[in-house]
């Protein structure tokens, strides 16, 4: 009886540096707004331009890719509309490719999406799809 344990347990041994363990990987988002452009408030009409980013990052926190929205509004006191809209997708991980991107507005809000592909040995392991929004008040604060 020994005998068969200890065979088990030296064969269990052997083989488990050649099992193919699959493990859950963490992923954390995160968002940033910067203003680029602002008029002075003195005009009736006034324009602001400003970006949002949206991030995923490993446990590790480092940015595997990252999608970005770029959105140039008029306001004036009461409304507020988007004008122009564009989209920056990137990967920072070689790991990672960045497959579409696009970008729209509607009213007061400049939108940016893509779709990115986790690959690994030539095997595409994930796919995931990062949206960021770009909002505009009738005052001109940007979320």
């Known amino acids: 009886m020994k005998k068969i344990i200890l065979s088990l347990c030296l064969f269990l041994t052997c083989c488990l540096p050649f099992t193919n ?3 859950a990987t963490e992923y954390y ?7 680029i ?3 002075p408030s003195s005009r009736v009409v006034n324009t602001i331009t400003g970006k949002k980013t949206k991030s995923m990052k490993n446990s590790a926190g480092n940015v595997l890719w990252y999608v970005s929205v ?4 008029v306001y004036t006191g009461s409304k507020s509309s988007c ?3 564009t989209v920056e997708a990137k990967s920072n991980n070689k790991f ?3 497959l ?3 970008s729209s507005k509607s009213a007061n809000k400049a939108i940016a999406t893509a779709k990115a592909q986790n ?4 095997e595409v392991v994930a796919t995931h799809v990062l949206s960021t929004t770009l909002t505009c008040s009738a005052t001109g604060k940007l979320s």
Request: proline share 0%; hydrophobic share 35%.
């Open 37 to 39: 452009d602002s008029t």
């Open 70 to 73: 770029t959105g140039t509004f």
């Open 119 to 122: 690959i690994l040995d030539g």
């Open 100 to 102: 579409s991107k696009s």
């Open 83 to 85: 004008t122009i809209s």
């Open 96 to 98: 990672w490719k960045i």
């Open 21 to 23: 363990l699959v493990s």
């Open 29 to 35: 988002y995160e968002e940033t707004i910067e203003i």
